[in-house]
């Protein structure tokens, strides 16, 4: 079965919580509610929900499914809201700039005035279009589901919520509030929900984003960041045979633009230049291009390095070849060092994770995410609190059902922790 780097039969509920964790320095009431988590619809619900599709782009499969999470969700005490998200822009391939429409976004808020508070996030959407052929759930082996957003991340949805009506079940529950924020946008960047994620994250003691772990269960540690651009590009046409020298060439200025990108490709920084659209008949010069961009630093210092060779090379290019260069876009995912509070809330996972006989690493990636953004807001964040699973954004994603149980506990004990503490 194919696994990559993050990357029917009928199975009962039961199943999925009958794997069986040695509960080691444990309260009475901690196990109760850890049984609790284990014991909901949490598999049920995955299916339920994968089988909707809820592809960035698909706005109908996207109200569907915030419908049946809104549902889901009201079983928890607090305001729940579907938010409409902030308008934003798309370049098309020739140059106009129109409004970007995204889902809305399921944003609950339970306990505000509770002394700790606590941010969970995740997303609704997949990157399987409505008309993309991988739409159906298969059962690879008796803890193996195939199927889109399976991992990533209906099944991850689904368990955070079990972990939370647990939690609400325990003595500590009044002294922990949290606002839970689910997306519709998390797979194009989130442009329409990083306004609400930026609200929601203020105050927070912590964070929990939840991403799939690794099939092993490592979770993703510190994270680069990421940027994307669509870069217009306006010359001047001319007749390319017979005065080939009055024309200014955009589709030649776009090609210079993504080579003197692509050579900083080095330590801290990729670059990649992924598309150019523009040209046309052979016998005119282009007066249009439209180069798609992507960059990933490493540190802050790489993204301003980044930014400042971006804007170097626009400059330059466009004096020489006599053309206008319109930068579209920007960094939307900052890079996610790993600080000293970070390093804390690790700590609190790998501890609670061992109570349950877990051994929970982390390690660095290149990925990004919604735990990149809840950072730069000052926020300490573990980003990769979901299911273990594979080949996301495959065809071949699968999920290892037994970590829904798994993973549901962890959480809860994570919460239970964070609510008798009052503290990291």
Same mark, same amino acid.
Request: proline residues 5%.
């Given at each position: 079965?194919?696994?990559?780097?993050?990357?029917?039969?009928?199975?009962?509920?039961?199943?999925?919580?009958?794997?069986?964790?040695?509960?080691?320095?444990?309260?009475?009431?901690?196990r109760a509610?850890?049984?609790?988590?284990?014991?909901?619809?949490?598999?049920?619900?995955?299916?339920?929900?994968?089988?909707?599709?809820s592809?960035s782009?698909n706005?109908?499969g996207?109200?569907q499914v915030?419908?049946?999470?809104?549902d889901?969700?009201?079983?928890?005490?607090g305001?729940?809201t579907?938010?409409?998200?902030?308008?934003?822009?798309?370049?098309?391939?020739?140059?106009?700039?129109?409004?970007?429409?995204?889902?809305?976004?399921?944003?609950?808020?339970?306990?505000?005035?509770?002394?700790?508070?606590?941010?969970?996030?995740?997303?609704?959407d997949?990157?399987?279009s409505?008309t993309?052929?991988f739409?159906?759930?298969t059962?690879?082996?008796?803890?193996?589901?195939?199927g889109?957003?399976?991992?990533?991340?209906?099944?991850?949805?689904?368990?955070?919520?079990?972990?939370?009506?647990?939690?609400?079940?325990?003595?500590?529950?009044?002294?922990?509030?949290?606002?839970?924020?689910?997306?519709?946008?998390?797979?194009?960047?989130?442009?329409?929900?990083?306004?609400?994620?930026?609200?929601?994250?203020k105050?927070?003691?912590?964070?929990?984003?939840?991403?799939?772990?690794?099939?092993?269960g490592?979770?993703?540690g510190?994270?680069?960041?990421?940027?994307?651009?669509?870069?217009i590009v306006?010359?001047?046409?001319a007749?390319?045979?017979?005065?080939p020298?009055?024309?200014?060439s955009a589709?030649?200025?776009?090609?210079?633009?993504?080579?003197?990108?692509?050579?900083?490709?080095g330590p801290?920084l990729?670059v990649?230049?992924a598309?150019?659209?523009g040209?046309g008949?052979?016998?005119?010069?282009?007066?249009?291009?439209?180069?798609r961009l992507?960059?990933?630093?490493?540190?802050?210092?790489d993204?301003q390095r980044?930014?400042?060779?971006?804007?170097?090379a626009?400059?330059?290019i466009?004096t020489?070849?006599?053309?206008?260069?319109?930068? !579209?876009?920007g960094?939307?995912?900052p890079?996610?060092?790993?600080? =000293? +509070?970070?390093?804390? *809330?690790?700590? #609190? %996972?790998?501890?609670?994770?061992?109570d349950?006989?877990?051994?929970?690493?982390?390690?660095?990636?290149?990925?990004?995410?919604d735990?990149?953004?809840?950072?730069?807001?000052?926020?300490?964040?573990?980003d990769?609190?979901?299911?273990r699973?594979?080949?996301? !954004?495959?065809?071949?994603?699968?999920?290892?059902v037994?970590?829904? =149980? +798994?993973?549901?506990? *962890?959480?809860? #004990? %994570?919460?239970?922790?964070?609510a008798?503490?009052?503290?990291?």
């Open positions: 079965m194919p696994r990559d780097n993050w990357g029917c039969k009928a199975v009962t509920q039961g199943a999925t919580a009958a794997k069986a964790f040695t509960m080691t320095q444990m309260t009475d009431d901690e509610v850890l049984d609790l988590a284990a014991a909901g619809p949490i598999l049920e619900q995955t299916e339920r929900w994968a089988l909707i599709n592809g782009a706005l109908a996207l109200e915030a419908g049946e999470l809104a889901a969700f009201s079983a928890l005490p305001t729940l579907l938010e409409d998200p902030v308008a934003g822009e798309i370049v098309e391939s020739d140059g106009a700039i129109t409004e970007r429409r995204t889902g809305q976004n399921l944003h609950l808020v339970v306990r505000p005035d509770a002394p700790t508070q606590v941010l969970l996030t995740g997303h609704m997949t990157v399987f409505e993309h052929p739409q159906a759930l059962w690879l082996d008796d803890n193996t589901l195939n889109p957003g399976v991992t990533d991340m209906k099944g991850c949805i689904a368990l955070m919520l079990s972990a939370l009506k647990a939690l609400e079940t325990s003595a500590l529950a009044p002294r922990i509030g949290y606002e839970v924020v689910i997306n519709s946008d998390e797979e194009i960047g989130s442009p329409g929900s990083a306004a609400l994620l930026a609200r929601a994250a105050g927070k003691l912590a964070a929990l984003t939840y991403e799939p772990a690794l099939p092993d490592t979770l993703a510190a994270r680069g960041g990421s940027g994307n651009w669509s870069i306006t010359g001047k046409s007749h390319a045979g017979r005065n020298e009055e024309g200014r589709l030649l200025a776009a090609a210079e633009l993504a080579l003197r990108l692509e050579a900083a490709i801290g990729k990649n230049p598309k150019i659209e040209g008949a052979n016998n005119v010069v282009p007066d249009h291009a439209l180069l992507n960059m990933r630093p490493e540190t802050l210092e993204q980044a930014e400042t060779l971006l804007a170097e626009v400059a330059d466009e020489r070849r006599e053309v206008n260069i319109h930068v !579209h876009g960094f939307g995912r890079p996610k060092p790993i600080d =000293a +509070e970070a390093e804390k *809330l690790f700590g #609190l %996972v790998r501890e609670c994770g061992a349950l006989g877990l051994d929970i690493a982390w390690k660095s990636t290149g990925g990004v995410c735990g990149n953004n809840i950072a730069a807001c000052g926020v300490p964040v573990v990769t609190m979901g299911v699973g594979g080949a996301i !954004h495959s065809p071949d994603e699968f999920l290892l037994d970590s829904l =149980a +798994e993973r549901a506990q *962890l959480s809860a #004990l %994570v919460l239970l922790r964070l008798g503490r009052g503290r990291i």
